[in-house]
């Protein structure tokens, strides 16, 4: 299993290099991941759901969250269909898509990449991982609804069903952790070996975990994201919204039914809004007029069905829902081809524009009515075989009262009378002559698909066909599950195409004949029926939520949040002080023990910092007071130095140094001084206030250095971090090695503060890395003799790129120096980050180095010569450095040790001699990337980007050659 996802996840990594490098025809490559996890499933199906295979990996043990993989029957059977449906709707892409298609490359990375996500999600008996995988789903889900990102219906689909599953996320994590703890674990397996005792408690739990997954199925009232994100690419619907993200929350039922199918909350919320969405969905994919939305809102309906079906509770009525999950699966990724491939050829999915496409495509039609006959439940097909079991299963249950089953079974029946009149309006719809002697425009004009496009939809309709007749033995593979349910006396039912005359039997020939009614009705009088609009629209009450959120939003802010930057200060700073100051008179206090300094320059210092502080409130000048707030930040790192601490110290200096530089960039756009204020009563207020913060924290700090009692750790440390880490630098070994995992943490936050200044910055689009000479010459062309005639910049340079600049804005000196130690400073910063695991340095203080080497290149040359420097995109550091410190993460784990884990390697290297090495190392070569592309990015942003807007650089308009000569001073060549 371990082996499956980790091919998929490199499926998804390689994939679109593998677009990008021989077009749409890579699909077929990248389908042979799948494919393989296919197989395997395949040929290591569980014997009994009593052994199944486990692998265990150790993760986070301390919050349970270690990697349990485990392949049942159910998780078998929902990987079959994961993987194999994936792998036909890949190949179907290379039809679907041609190679100019913006993102069409990361489109099929996007989609390998669900393909894993969902592998984990089923195969995971760790809940809390398992909530990973399923939150993977929803993001992975975002990215391929709005893969026509420049639509506003696709981003509008796109966020939608991201705030409806993700809201069911967060509430089914809830449950989680409330019967995890309840109970003592968080393995599945666990739960439902020794399910808690019925209870409020336990009621709760499940109530979330429902949200969770009704959300994620589209059941009633969150269905109305389903329909909405048809604006994906047809792919997208055939694999997300027919095989794979919208049975997740069918599986998740099916698994937690064995444990609490019994409780009232489970039943009205799976039983009885399950067969509520059955009608609804159906009823609605009558009115539609799309193709596309007629399939989508009944798949709302099949999963209403569904989740009756695998939320009884009842062994025979579980293995009619396993026969609808995969006759479901089968038939409606086949019909959505189907649309795409229509929508391909004629350029529309709209019935109305749609008449005798049946003549003009025969095999296409064939197709869809293979599939068609399975989704309305027709004999010979699988889909047949689900619902008469279904029927007879349903009626006999002992898990309802004979009522609530009688009741149950009679609207299972209305809804199958509806889906078999949408399916009849369907195929009509789509390939119908709809009493036209010739064929509409649309068609008239379509271009036939190829044989290939059409084989993926061909092989999942016959399928359905083929399992249909198979029925007895496909049934074999869904019995280990249904044991795991009780019989209530009966028998375990057996999956066949014919079970004699009885209930089932009637039942079909009323949905048969009701479906033929219906459809004629509504084909007729459609304007009557749906003539007026619907009472309840639950994509507008969503969109009045949303407004209503706003409006709350905007008031809460307006009454708690006055635009003042003091006043929200003043609050944030005096609960600073009122808060630990209380905790101080209630509890008890030490006597304290004052120590003032060690040494004169500790004292020195100290007074140098404290009126470096006042004279930023008293200065004016914008950047005279940031020079000033930086003293506080040398001295505070000569104090590290003092005391013993070079490894802060250094790290210290160089973020005090890179702050500067980044507050210089903001404030060099605004004026030298604020504008005048009149006079406050505030300010008398505003200097208590500080005090009083100075004070306390002082105070508070010497008495939790009192209350101390026992020896501290830090003692220790050293000897420690030697003894196990395996480096004399205790800091970079607590960083990269004892506490990596909050170091990954810290470095994830970094790469969303990069995002989110980089997307203040640039307005409309933010990729790409810094301009290059070579992107000069579209923006200067202006440069002329007296007749007019274009001629090349100045080249009096020692950069590249400050031949651009504005001469009055050069420093020879400058580019002279830096062009000298540009190269040391990147040749230290390299020291810094292979030393630091026994001397001062690593990969942080190593990239705030080379960082600090990009920030003089951009200083002395501007922004050409930023791109120059390093012209390479930001986030391909932020990517490959997080990828690199998380790989290192994944790669001791499967190796058989807690993740973060690092191995010691002595090795010996000519001259060199003998080198430790340790595989921290790489750990901290992704903290060294990820700073390095955090400064670049904001060199970008605040720096070039903000070059561009404000018209920095080379003056505009005519500039005579003797003029730029003159301005450049003339220095020599």
């Not at 609050?571 to 009122?578: D, G, K, Q, R």
């Not at 300010?683 to 209350?707: E, H, N, T």
């Not at 480096?727 to 990269?736: D, I, K, T």
């Not at 501007?862 to 994944?890: D, K, M, N």
Request: with cysteine; proline share 5%; net charge neutral.
């Amino acid at each position: 299993m371990l082996t499956v996802l980790i091919a998929l996840t490199l499926g998804a990594i390689v994939a679109p290099g593998i677009i990008r490098w021989i077009g749409t025809t890579g699909f077929y490559v990248v389908a042979l991941a799948p494919f393989g996890g296919l197989l395997w499933v395949l040929t290591h199906w569980p014997e009994s759901d009593r052994t199944p295979e486990v692998q265990t990996l150790q993760w986070v043990p301390s919050l349970h969250m270690n990697i349990v993989m485990r392949m049942d029957s159910l998780a078998a059977i929902l990987s079959v269909l994961i993987l194999g449906v994936g792998t036909l709707v890949l190949c179907y892409c290379a039809h679907y898509f041609d190679d100019a298609r913006p993102r069409v490359a990361v489109f099929g990375g996007e989609m390998v990449a669900f393909a894993a996500a969902m592998f984990g999600l089923v195969t995971s008996d760790n809940m809390l991982v398992l909530y990973i995988f399923w939150e993977l789903t929803t993001v992975l889900s975002f990215m391929l609804v709005g893969f026509y990102r420049i639509r506003a219906t696709s981003r509008r689909s796109a966020t939608q069903a991201l705030l409806v599953t993700t809201m069911g996320g967060l509430a089914m994590l809830v449950g989680i952790i409330m019967l995890g703890e309840r109970t003592g674990s968080y393995l599945l397996s666990d739960l439902l070996a020794h399910p808690p005792a019925a209870g409020v408690y336990v009621e709760v739990a499940v109530v979330l975990l429902l949200v969770g997954a009704l959300s994620k199925s589209a059941i009633v009232p969150f269905h109305f994201w389903l329909p909405g994100a048809m604006a994906a690419p047809t792919p997208v619907s055939a694999y997300l919204h027919a095989a794979a993200m919208v049975k997740a929350g069918i599986y998740l039922i099916g698994r937690l039914a064995p444990a609490f199918a019994p409780l009232p909350s489970w039943q009205i919320m799976v039983i009885g809004l399950g067969s509520f969405t059955m009608l609804l969905g159906g009823w609605r994919s009558m009115r539609e007029l799309d193709l596309k939305l007629v399939l989508a809102f009944g798949t709302v309906s099949q999963l209403g069905f569904m989740a009756v079906l695998m939320g009884m509770g009842d062994a025979n009525v579980a293995m009619a829902g396993l026969a609808m999950l995969v006759a479901h699966a089968l038939f409606k990724a086949s019909l959505f081809m189907v649309v795409g491939i229509i929508d391909h050829a004629t350029g529309t999915r709209d019935i109305r524009k749609l008449a005798r496409l049946g003549h003009r495509l025969p095999v296409l039609a064939a197709i869809a009515a293979v599939a068609g006959a399975s989704m309305a439940g027709l004999p010979f097909t699988l889909g047949f075989v689900g619902k008469e079991t279904a029927f007879g299963t349903v009626w006999e249950t002992g898990s309802l009262q004979p009522w609530q089953a009688e009741t149950v079974d009679i609207v299972l029946l209305v809804g199958s009378v509806i889906t078999f009149a949408y399916t009849c309006r369907f195929l009509w719809g789509a390939f119908g002559r709809k009493v036209r002697r010739l064929p509409t425009r649309a068609v008239a004009k379509m271009h036939p698909p190829s044989p290939t496009f059409l084989l993926p939809p061909l092989l999942l309709a016959v399928l359905g066909v083929v399992a249909g007749f198979w029925s007895g033995w496909l049934g074999h593979w869904f019995e280990p599950y249904a044991e795991s349910l009780p019989a209530y006396g009966h028998e375990l039912e057996h999956l066949a195409m014919w079970h004699g005359f009885g209930l089932p039997v009637v039942f079909s020939v009323i949905v048969v004949l009701g479906g033929a009614v219906l459809f004629l009705m509504v084909r007729r009088l459609r304007d009557v029926v749906f003539g007026s609009r619907p009472l309840i629209n639950a994509d507008h009450i969503y969109d009045a939520t949303l407004r209503g959120a706003d409006t709350l939003s905007l008031l809460l802010t307006r009454n708690t949040q006055r635009g003042s930057l003091p006043v929200t200060q003043g609050v944030i700073l005096s609960t600073m002080i009122v808060l630990p100051t209380a905790m101080l008179f209630v509890g008890n206090r030490n006597t304290l023990e004052p120590n003032g300094f060690d040494s004169m320059a500790q004292a020195v210092i100290a007074v140098i910092m404290a009126a470096a502080a006042l004279a930023t409130v008293v200065l004016r000048n914008r950047l005279a007071a940031t020079l000033v707030v930086g003293v506080t930040g040398y001295g505070c790192g000569m104090l590290f130095a003092l005391y013993g601490a070079p490894d802060l110290a250094l790290t210290q200096f160089l973020v005090e140094t890179l702050t500067l530089v980044i507050f210089v960039l903001v404030i060099r756009k605004l004026p030298a001084e604020p504008e005048p204020r009149h006079a406050t009563g505030f300010k008398p207020l505003r200097a208590a206030i500080g005090l009083a913060l100075g004070v306390s924290i002082v105070v508070i700090g010497m008495f939790a250095a009192a209350a101390r009692s026992a020896q501290p750790v830090s003692i220790s440390i050293p000897e420690v971090a030697y003894k196990f880490g395996h480096g004399a630098n205790a800091v970079n070994v607590l960083l990269v090695d004892t506490r990596a995992w909050d170091t990954l943490g810290e470095v994830s936050v970094l790469i969303v503060a990069a995002t989110g200044v980089a997307s203040l910055v640039f307005r409309n689009r933010r990729f790409g890395a810094a301009p290059r000479v070579a992107d000069a010459a579209r923006h200067f062309g202006t440069i002329t003799d007296d007749d007019d005639d274009p001629i090349p910049p100045d080249r009096t340079t020692w950069l590249l790129g400050s031949e651009f600049r504005d001469p009055r804005h050069r420093s020879m000196v400058l580019e002279a120096t830096t062009r000298l130690i540009f190269p040391t400073m990147v040749v230290l910063s390299v020291y810094f980050f292979y030393a630091g695991h026994n001397s001062p340095g690593g990969g942080f203080a190593g990239g705030l180095t080379m960082g600090l080497a990009l920030v003089l290149r951009y200083l002395a040359g501007g922004r050409y010569e930023l791109g120059e420097a390093l012209p390479v995109e930001p986030g391909t550091f932020l990517g490959a450095g997080l990828l690199i410190s998380a790989s290192t993460a994944v790669t001791s784990m499967f190796l058989g040790a807690p993740a973060l884990s690092s191995a010691v390697f002595q090795i010996t290297v000519p001259v060199l001699g003998d080198i430790k090495f340790v595989t921290a190392l790489f750990f901290d070569l992704g903290i060294y990337l990820i700073v390095i592309g955090l400064v670049l990015d904001v060199l970008r942003s605040l720096g070039a980007r903000l070059d561009v807007e404000t018209g920095a650089g080379f003056p505009s308009g005519p500039l005579r050659r003797q003029d730029a000569r003159e301005r450049s001073g003339g220095a020599g060549r």
